[in-house]
């Protein structure tokens, strides 16, 4: 019985960080609710270290980077001060749990694992081309039909456009880097699969609400953040998800030039209310 009391305040521990997510990021406006996840942040740390003091230590390189973008907006935003605040920022978050970990602690937790010399199977290759039919078939739904196209600014000049390009392709291969590599690869240390696919699954698409994925974006986000659990686990290489996320994000952005300028782009089935002519 005190085994498993034990181990229920260790999910509530990893709960209370993570739930910090959405009170920071979703509920960003709201008078309440980031306070609320500033607390989280510290009541979790000291449930874990009350416990478990290789998990506190743990979850304390989930809940610094947390604290650390919290402190800067994540809305798209392509002026050159945002994207140096922001680059740094998102940097910084995947650096410091990773330099902690192999030359602090010393346990090497947070990696970046591939697999040299094993090439990706047919059944991975055949899911890449599937992200590019999916992609296509659902994107341009989700961001016209429901508006969230407009959280994102309309790129008129090349330099824009290049911003727009470069920035969601680096968003993207962070969102990987940081939410599996390190959130989740830290809580699946100490417990089963589905708890830290889970729990990492709730932080990816706070993050990605902020970022623009709102509306019924969760709908689409949460499935990719779940899936792309699962496929770290079982093909173990980052390199694989990370393509995955560029494919899916290749359309990301042919979608928003084309929803702001639907006749620069007119390879999309369903039509802009309104686009930027």
């Known amino acids: 019985m005190r085994a ?3 181990r229920l305040d260790e999910v509530l521990a990893a709960g209370l960080i993570v739930a910090a997510a959405p009170a920071l990021f979703v509920f960003r406006d709201s008078p309440t609710f980031p306070w609320l996840g500033y607390v989280a942040l510290p009541g979790g740390l000291a449930l874990a270290f009350a416990r478990n003091r290789v998990l506190a230590r743990d979850l304390f390189l989930v809940a610094a980077p947390l604290f650390l973008i919290s402190l800067i907006s994540v809305e798209a935003n ?3 001060g945002n994207i ?7 940097t910084i978050s995947v650096v410091f749990p990773y330099v902690m970990s192999r030359f602090v602690f010393r346990d090497h937790a947070v990696r970046f694992p591939g697999r040299p010399g094993e090439p990706w199977t047919r059944g991975e290759w055949a899911w890449l081309a599937a992200v590019l039919v999916l992609g296509y078939g659902i994107l341009p739904v989700y961001f016209i039909t429901s508006g969230s196209y407009l959280n994102w600014p309309a790129v008129e000049s090349p ?5 727009l390009f470069v920035g969601v392709g680096f968003v993207g291969i962070w969102d990987e880097l940081f939410f599996i590599c390190v959130v989740f690869a830290l809580l699946r240390r100490h417990f089963p699969f589905w708890v830290a696919n889970a729990l990492q699954a709730v932080v ?10 709102r509306s019924w974006g969760p709908a689409l986000t949460l499935p990719f953040a779940l899936i792309q659990g699962w496929i770290f686990e079982k093909s173990r290489s980052v390199y694989y998800i990370i393509t995955v996320h560029l494919l899916f994000d290749v359309v990301v952005f042919l979608v928003l030039v084309y929803a702001h300028h639907p006749q620069w ?10 686009g930027t002519s």
């Open 159 to 163: 330099s824009e456009i290049a911003r």
């Open 84 to 90: 140096a605040v922001m680059g740094t920022v998102l």
């Open 204 to 213: 990816f698409v706070s993050f990605l609400w902020e970022l623009g994925y």
């Open 4 to 6: 498993m009391r034990s």
């Open 78 to 80: 392509l002026e050159w």
């Open 265 to 274: 782009l007119p390879i999309f089935f369903v039509t802009p209310p309104g």
